[in-house]
């Protein structure tokens, strides 16, 4: 499972009212255009996962305390946080349906990026059993069961009538307790592994170096036009000292090389 949790996005810890069960999930789609350049850039996910809870905090008529889903689901099949565990979501039509389902979105909408692709259908998947772990009963909706609306829109909504099968089905082998692994941390490898003669390695090659550009990216501060790949460049450091300010590091210390404590917070997989 690839999560992005709310600390890394930079939000508080949810407003919204705790709830410890529920009957299952309901899933959700954007009922608006989403632009097809999320596949392109991730970070455009995030951006857009920004834009969805500062529109919910923005309007008065719901009087919305948080972005009103419990997870989104992304393309590239990162789960994005939002209410999070245990706590009721807003986005079911009322509060007697808030109060039975949690509530997914898949980042696809009416128009432009309609077809969910099988990363973010995993990632859904993921947040399913991520939410049955506490607390949701097993029951798999989608937002139109008991309310009118076209959400989940076609696409989501005849994969959420099949019970939501995990594509390739090869994730859930039996007595690995169902879930995907959790991704390895990569130990710190050391701040002279970054550095040559004292200043950035560029142009070093590893596929450390991929592995952790993909996590900057998953975390919002990608400053890839391309890539990331396995040979250090300037967007690899400016991705990195973006990270290093986001974790509240300043001056000298949101400098390159990465150091011990924003790399493990960073949870760069083994490669
Ligand atoms: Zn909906
Ligand atoms: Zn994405």
Redesign the pocket.
């Not at 992304?74 to 990162?78: E, M, N, S, V």
């Given at each position: 499972m690839k999560l992005v949790t709310r600390s890394q996005l930079g939000w508080p810890t949810s407003a919204a009212p705790t709830q410890t069960s529920t009957k299952g999930v309901k899933v959700h789609y954007a009922g608006s255009p989403v632009s097809k350049n999320?596949l392109a850039h991730?970070d455009?996910?995030?951006d857009h996962w920004q834009q969805i809870r500062k529109s919910h905090l923005a309007n008065t008529v719901e009087n919305y305390s948080d972005i009103a889903y419990n997870y989104g689901a992304?393309?590239?099949?990162?789960l994005l946080e939002g209410r999070g565990l245990r706590r009721r979501t807003g986005a079911n039509g009322n509060q007697e349906l808030n109060r039975g389902h949690y509530a997914i979105i898949g980042?696809v909408g009416s128009e432009g990026l309609t077809q969910p692709t099988d990363a973010m259908l995993s990632a859904i998947r993921d947040g399913i059993e991520l939410l049955r772990k506490h607390g949701a009963g097993n029951e798999i909706k989608g937002h139109r069961d008991g309310h009118a609306t076209a959400c989940p829109g076609k696409a989501l909504y005849a994969w959420v009538q099949k019970g939501a099968p995990r594509p390739g089905g090869t994730e859930t082998k039996p007595g690995t307790g169902g879930g995907p692994a959790r991704p390895k941390v990569e130990p710190y490898p050391g701040a002279a592994f970054f550095l040559k003669d004292g200043k950035p390695a560029l142009g070093k090659k590893s596929p450390i170096f991929t592995a952790m550009g993909k996590r900057l990216v998953a975390v919002g501060c990608g400053r890839y036009t391309v890539g990331p790949g396995p040979t250090l460049g300037p967007a690899d450091i400016e991705s990195y000292e973006a990270w290093q300010r986001k974790c509240g590091f300043t001056g000298a210390e949101a400098k390159w090389p990465p150091g011990k404590t924003t790399w493990d917070k960073l949870k760069v997989p083994n490669v």
């Open positions: 999320l991730h455009l996910c995030v992304c393309p590239h099949g990162y980042l």
